[in-house]
């Protein structure tokens, strides 16, 4: 068994802030492999060693593939131009949920029916034995030189790569398995005990595990977080809260998105939310903001800011937030479209956990509402929200303050990729 790990210059919002957490995270995976016996190489793509196809050619090779099975985004769209060429089994794995979703069946319609299903799957998944057995490490030529990450000085190398520098890694996340179990720890001593209660508080960043980059990028999984959920001290409400958010909330949005051809594509939001939206296409919308101002965090609207600045110099935002500073983006951009294409690729290029299938399924939660709802400009039936939550709180007044003025990154402008999340087939 050999374990490949590459990463290229060439995929979507490639910036110091990715590359840094994504190769901090295979420094870890090449140490599990070894500790477990098994051959792992990795290969960071830049000028000097470039390789095309690397992937393909270790195909050829292979007896089988086994990839992971990710529904969104780069990797799904690399999984299957793979599966598409091989001459050999390619396997899909969903290596991300506590329960894969394709035991879920195929037509589970809408959260409570997932749920019924789901429940009594997990307990069975929690005791998965993953111990490696009998694994032959494979010792044989390779067709390029791997590279030794852990030799290597990974802030230079990302520092010489032809990427987005004006991104920078976030301090709040360091990458790394270290890094995850220590927030893993705070959960489990400081956030767990009150989650209940406190988790709606975004002014305070530890009322929220700050788990998701872990999670999206695989440095922790359900398994071992729910291991330690399960084992603290706190109280019984809190551990339920958390696993609904954990495993009944992001594994419901791998399901759907498994279910979906493009999971990130506009066209997936209900045809009466996209009907009623474009009833309302031609309305005034005097909070329109450009996109340099919306990536900067320098828009008119205060909270939406101080949301958009912990994307930008966090690579993360607070939960309470996501919801307020997602439904702005409708009246603050030109029309449905373009709202759904700006929340994506802003959403897609600063946060570590972006590009996920919970960042799409909760960006199409943001078009929800009711039919029967009272109709609004611009809106039309689609709820609103406000940010009371976060400004009427004690307190609320002097965060929003303080986060005007937290030092944010001078970003590189790029025009936000409208096809991407309407129409268009990915060019990697
Ligand atoms: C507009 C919008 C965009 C979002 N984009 C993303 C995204 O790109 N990536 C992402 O992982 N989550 C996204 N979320 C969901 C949620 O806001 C984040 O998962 C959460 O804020 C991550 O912070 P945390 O790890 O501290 O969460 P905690 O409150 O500590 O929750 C623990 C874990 O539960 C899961 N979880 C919590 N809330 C949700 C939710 N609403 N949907 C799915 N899973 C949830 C996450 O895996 C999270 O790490 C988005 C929500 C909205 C409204």
Redesign the pocket.
Known sequence: MLVYHGVREDYPYASDRLHRFILGASVDLAAGCRERGLACVQHVDRAERREKGLVHRLAAEAAAVVLEDQPTFVARWQAERVAAAAKVAVLAVNAACLVPPALLGHDTRGRSAFLRRHEPERAAWSTWNDETSEVVPYAGDLPFTPDSLEDLDLDDLVASLDIDHSLPVSEMHPPGHVAASERLAR?VDE?LPV?VAA?NDATRSES??????Y??FGVLGPREIMAAVNGASAGGQHKRK?AD??LG??E??HYQARQLAAPEKYDRIADWARRTLADHAADPRPEMETVTAMLAGETRDETWNACQRQFLIDG????NL??Y??KRIIAMTASPEAAWAT?CYL??RL?L????P??Y???A??FAGSPSDRERPIYGRVATRGDGSTRKREGGDAWLAASATRPTPQLSIEEVPVDLYLTGQPTI
């Open positions: 959960l956030t989650y988790r929220a595990s700050g788990l998701s980059p999670l999206h958390f958010e954990l909330w992001r419901w949005f993360w935002m607070h939960n996501r919801m500073w997602g929340a959403n897609d946060s956990d972006g590009r996920d919970s960042t399924g909760n960006i939660a943001m």
